[in-house]
C-alpha cells in the first residue's frame, strides 16, 4: 500500500460495518477502508466516506474529505445534519435493482388494496367461501404517484401495465407514456382530486415534509388508499389515523416513519387498517453499492464527471 492508496471511511452503526466493508475489500484491495466506532483513523487521511446517515458533525471534521457517497437513493439523512460540509459533493446511489424492489412493494401493495386481499384473508380465517367479489376494472382506478423520479416512474410504468388509470406529481413536467403529468405546487390540487390510491415517493426535504397531511387528506376522493415508502418525515402520522378513523381515507401501506424503529407505543402497529413494514421496501445491496463506489473513485481519479450527483441546494 502506498501514501496514494485512497482511503474511504464507512459512517454506519458499527454492526453493519462489516457488511459494507466486505465486498470493498474483495473489490478493491488497494483501497484503505476504515469503519467509525471500529478502527482508528486520521481525520486528516479521509478522501471519501460512504453513509446513509452520519453522525451530526461527523463530516466537518474530516478536513480533506474530496466526496461522500450514500448508501441510500435518499439523501435527507445527510441534511439532518446542520453542519454538513456544503462544499463537499454528494454522490446518490441510484440503481435498477433498487427501483425494481421499490416498484414490486409499491404495485404488490396497491394490489392488495384493489383486489380487497384483507377481506379474503379474513374469510379464510372463517372458513368462509363467499364468491361476491365485483371490483372496477382496474383501468377505472387511478393512482397517481407523487414523485415521478427514478423510483416514481418505474412504479408508474408498472401499474399503467396492469391497466391503472395513472398520474404523477413532480416539480417539473414529465412525459412518461400512459401517465398523466401534474406539475408544481399550482397543480398538487387537481392531482390529489384524482387518486383512488396515493404513493408517496417523493425525497424529504424542507418543501416536502408533511406533505400528508389533514389538508392533503381532504383534497383525495373518499376511500382514497395511501402507500408511503418515501420517509416517515413526509406523513403527519396523527392526522392519517384520524382521516382513516373518520373513514375519509380507506387505510394506508406504511413502510417508513417517522421514528424509526417504530415505536412500540405507536398506534400504528395496531391499526386494523394500516399495513407496517421496518423500512424494507428496498435495501441497497452492498456488493452493488461497492462496485458503484469503486467507478466514482476511479472517475474522481481520473478527473471525469460523475453521475447522480445530489442538488446540495434542492436537497435531493
Ligand atoms: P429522484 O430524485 O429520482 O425523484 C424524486 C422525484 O420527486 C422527482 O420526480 C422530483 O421532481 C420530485 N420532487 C422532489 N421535490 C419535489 C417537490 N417539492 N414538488 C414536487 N415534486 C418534487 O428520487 P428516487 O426516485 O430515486 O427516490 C425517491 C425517494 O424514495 C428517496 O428520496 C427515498 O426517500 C425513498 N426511498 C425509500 C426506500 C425504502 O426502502 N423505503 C428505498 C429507496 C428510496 P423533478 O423530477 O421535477 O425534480
Ligand atoms: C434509501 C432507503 O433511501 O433505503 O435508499 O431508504
Not at 206 to 222: G, N, S, V, W, Y
Not at 271 to 282: D, G, Q
Not at 298 to 304: I, M
Request: proline fraction near 8%.
Amino acid at each position: 500500500m502506498t501514501a496514494e492508496n485512497p482511503t474511504l471511511l464507512i459512517a454506519v452503526p458499527p454492526k453493519w460495518a462489516a457488511h459494507w466493508a466486505e465486498p470493498l475489500a474483495e473489490l478493491a484491495p488497494d483501497l484503505r477502508v476504515f469503519a467509525t466506532g471500529r478502527d482508528e483513523y486520521d481525520p486528516a487521511g479521509i478522501d471519501y466516506v460512504l453513509s446513509f446517515r452520519p453522525r451530526p458533525g461527523l463530516l466537518k471534521t474530516l478536513p480533506n474529505l474530496k466526496f461522500v457517497f450514500s448508501i441510500g437513493a435518499g439523501v435527507d439523512g445527510f441534511f439532518a445534519d446542520p453542519e454538513y460540509p456544503r462544499h463537499v459533493p454528494l454522490v446518490r446511489f441510484v440503481d435498477r435493482t433498487l427501483s425494481v424492489e421499490m416498484a414490486q412493494y409499491i404495485v404488490m401493495h396497491a394490489l392488495i388494496h384493489y383486489r380487497e386481499q384483507r377481506m379474503f384473508d379474513a374469510q379464510q380465517r372463517e372458513k368462509s367461501w363467499r364468491q361476491n367479489y365485483i371490483t372496477q376494472p382496474a383501468r377505472d382506478t387511478r393512482i397517481g404517484i407523487l414523485g415521478l423520479g427514478e423510483i416514481g416512474t418505474m412504479a408508474a410504468e408498472r401499474l399503467r401495465d396492469l391497466d391503472f388509470k395513472m398520474s404523477g406529481w413532480s416539480r417539473t413536467r414529465k412525459n412518461v407514456p400512459g401517465v398523466k403529468s401534474f406539475a408544481g405546487e399550482a397543480e398538487l390540487g387537481a392531482f390529489l382530486a384524482q387518486c383512488d390510491i396515493l404513493v408517496c415517493v417523493l425525497p424529504l426535504t424542507p418543501d416536502t415534509r408533511h406533505i400528508l397531511r389533514a389538508k392533503t387528506f381532504a383534497q383525495l376522493p373518499k376511500g382514497a388508499f395511501i402507500i408511503n415508502v418515501a420517509r416517515g418525515g413526509h406523513v403527519n402520522e396523527p392526522d392519517l389515523i384520524a382521516a382513516i378513523d373518520a373513514g375519509h381515507l380507506s387505510g394506508a401501506a406504511l413502510d417508513v416513519f417517522e421514528t424509526e424503529p417504530l415505536p412500540e407505543t405507536s398506534p400504528l402497529w395496531t391499526h386494523p387498517k394500516i399495513t407496517v413494514t421496518p423500512h424494507v421496501a428496498a435495501i441497497s445491496h452492498p456488493k452493488i453499492a461497492a462496485e458503484q463506489v469503486i467507478a466514482c473513485i476511479a472517475k474522481v481519479r481520473a478527473g471525469e464527471p460523475l453521475d447522480n450527483l445530489v442538488d446540495i441546494e434542492r436537497g435531493y
